[in-house]
């Protein structure tokens, strides 16, 4: 069947209805349409969606900029709507060592820290935050990207304030503060053997201490022609073996040339903008469109051949203006890695994708 056929046979499903019975189906949303101000996104993040995530407002610089400072006010929008929606509310992040204030981990004469005191800080931010929410929030990327690509450990100020104890610290904190909510990790790269086993590392370590942990998050920054289909099965398969659910958190397929040659989002790592790696400024062609919705189905194809062990699938943004690879690696590209275009219209992947649930 063509994707045209399918447009027409599917036009009145939406990809909530037609994810019900295999994972939950989500979209980050960002500060706009928390607060209502993108009209557009409203009925699209209300139909097609099962599940949100904040694209920033639950950070900790964001909500938490001062030791005596909370904004509250969009994040409180943010929850509301989810429960408006009847959606499925991620919050997302409370331990990462970007988009952090810097006073977390120094004293008053800007030395690091002993791990007691950032022990204290943690305990305080996460009772505030994810205690406010509370039997409202579902989820919580507890920490988010503390590995490297070969699986050990990230050399954040976390870590090197406390070793990888802080990780164990988070979980304990996070559950003390909302006994019922899932509990995640979170990682890009996650396609890589050794980051995988790195993150299983983590989940082995938390079950020892006595911890519940839920799933691995596995951000989905991918491309028209990397990771593999088998790399990302493999993945699956090695968390699924932990004992834990797979989670697809950030999903979105550049189609621009990738000048770092890898699938990195590491959101420090940066390259100057050319008309080599900006190719598309006016428009996305139509061999491009259609590579794109067979990436989309090939990937969802897998995901739904795995559907047992995997409880959500994210996409990192609603349409393509708002999508932030737009301006990753090199600020100012135009980039089309999402299923919505910029008129808030479903391109040719989102039909293909709806096509795999049949």
């Known amino acids: 069947m063509s994707v045209c056929t399918v447009a027409v046979a599917q036009k009145k499903t939406t990809l909530r209805k037609a994810f019900k019975k295999s994972f939950l189906i989500g979209a980050a949303i960002n500060i706009r349409q928390m607060n209502g101000q993108d009209s557009l996104a409203k009925p699209l993040i209300a139909n097609e969606f099962s599940s949100i995530s904040p694209e920033n407002d639950l950070k900790w610089a964001v909500i938490h ?24 509310v991620i919050g997302h992040t409370l331990v990462w060592h970007s988009q952090v204030p810097n006073w977390v981990f120094v004293d008053d004469s800007k030395a690091l820290v002993t791990k007691e005191v950032l022990y204290q800080r943690m305990k305080e931010h996460i009772e505030t935050v994810a205690g ?8 919580w990327d507890v920490v988010n990207e503390a590995l490297n690509d070969d699986g050990t450990m990230r050399n954040s100020r976390y870590y090197q304030i406390a070793g990888d104890e802080f990780i164990v610290k988070a979980f304990e904190y996070a559950h003390a503060a909302d006994p019922k909510a899932e509990l995640y990790y979170n990682d890009y790269n996650m396609y890589m053997p050794e980051k995988v086993k790195g993150a299983v590392r983590i989940v082995n370590l ?26 990302i099965e493999k993945s699956i398969l090695t968390i699924s073996k ?13 189609v621009l040339p990738n000048p770092q ?7 420090t790592d940066v390259a100057q ?5 900006n190719p598309y400024t006016n428009g996305l062609p139509d061999s491009v469109q259609v590579a794109l919705a067979n990436r989309y189905k090939a990937i969802f194809g897998l995901f739904n051949k795995h559907k047992d062990k995997i409880g959500r699938v ?10 932030w690879k737009n301006n990753f690696p090199a600020r100012g590209r135009t980039d089309y890695p999402l299923i919505f275009d910029r008129a808030y219209q479903p391109k040719k992947a989102y039909y293909a994708i709806l096509e795999t649930v049949k």
């Not at 406010?132 to 989820?139: L, Q």
């Not at 938390?206 to 790399?231: F, T």
Request: charged fraction near 25%; aromatic fraction near 8%; charge should be neutral.
């Open 261 to 267: 040659r890898n699938t990195s989002a590491n959101i």
């Open 314 to 323: 994210t996409f990192w943004g609603v349409q393509d203006g708002n999508s």
């Open 242 to 254: 932990a004992g834990v659910k797979v989670v697809i958190t950030e999903l979105d397929i550049s």
């Open 206 to 231: 938390l079950k020892e201490k006595g911890l519940r942990v839920d799933a691995i998050g596995m951000q989905g920054h991918w491309h028209l022609n990397r990771p593999s289909l088998e790399e």
């Open 273 to 277: 903008n050319s008309a080599d790696i």
């Open 65 to 88: 900029p001062q030791p005596n400072e909370y904004k509250f006010e969009t994040a409180d929008k943010y929850v509301a709507l989810g429960e408006s929606n009847k959606q499925f």
């Open 132 to 139: 406010r929410y509370k039997g409202r929030i579902g989820g």
